[in-house]
């Protein structure tokens, strides 16, 4: 389902308020020239060396767990959905936190997929240009890094969660591939809103 994301003037109420003014008007920026700039400037260089699993972290090598009957557990990569605060251990808890991720799938394998299918041309065309400008509702686009192989897309509606423990972080801290930036991060907040919370549901509950 394709989705229009809201007018940058909406947005604008809701940036961080712990951003310097000089990042609060870089993000404003970025912001406004979505989605002609979705690029490496989604990525943040100065996370790479945080000790912390982050929210929107991509990570290699997660077990994820069958969904048939019959399959296995697969070693992939998987952005994490869990607030950061959820999953940080140093907060103590009386009981087991599970960290929560989505998979992340190479573009360029999907387009195969769905010529081997025999999808229209033009069709398949026009929706991997829809996920390139995150208009396909459960599919968060995240251009090409060092790690990721080529262009890559996150799948909202496939998500899966595995325990989090002190030990397990230092595993996820060192597969990490990237961490969003501030503009990366805040098109993930906005994107995975528009999926799991859509008030505009039109369905009378009564």
């Known amino acids: 389902m394709m989705q229009e994301f809201p007018s940058i003037e909406d947005i604008k109420v809701f940036l961080p308020k712990y951003l310097s003014e000089d990042d609060q008007k870089k993000l404003f920026e970025q912001l406004k020239n979505f989605p002609e700039n979705i690029d490496k400037r989604m990525y943040s260089e100065i996370l790479k060396t945080e000790k912390d699993v982050l929210q929107g972290d991509g990570i290699r090598e997660i077990d994820w767990p069958p969904h048939q009957s019959g399959d296995s557990f697969q070693k992939i990569k998987a952005l994490v959905l869990s607030n950061s605060c959820d999953i940080s251990q140093e907060n103590k808890r009386v009981y ?106 039109k369905v009378q509950r009564g």
């Open 96 to 201: 087991d936190s599970y960290c929560t991720f989505a998979p992340i799938f190479m573009l360029s394998k999907y387009e195969s997929a769905l010529i081997e299918d025999k999808h229209d041309g033009h069709k398949i065309a026009n929706h991997l240009k829809d996920i390139r400008e995150q208009r396909i509702t459960p599919f968060f686009y995240i251009p090409s890094l060092q790690g990721l192989d080529g262009e890559c897309f996150v799948r909202f509606d496939l998500v899966f969660s595995l325990p989090i423990s002190e030990e397990t972080v230092p595993t996820l801290v060192e597969n990490r591939i990237f961490s969003l930036s501030n503009y990366g991060f805040y098109l993930l907040l906005f994107k995975y809103s528009i999926h799991t919370n859509r008030i505009q549901e």
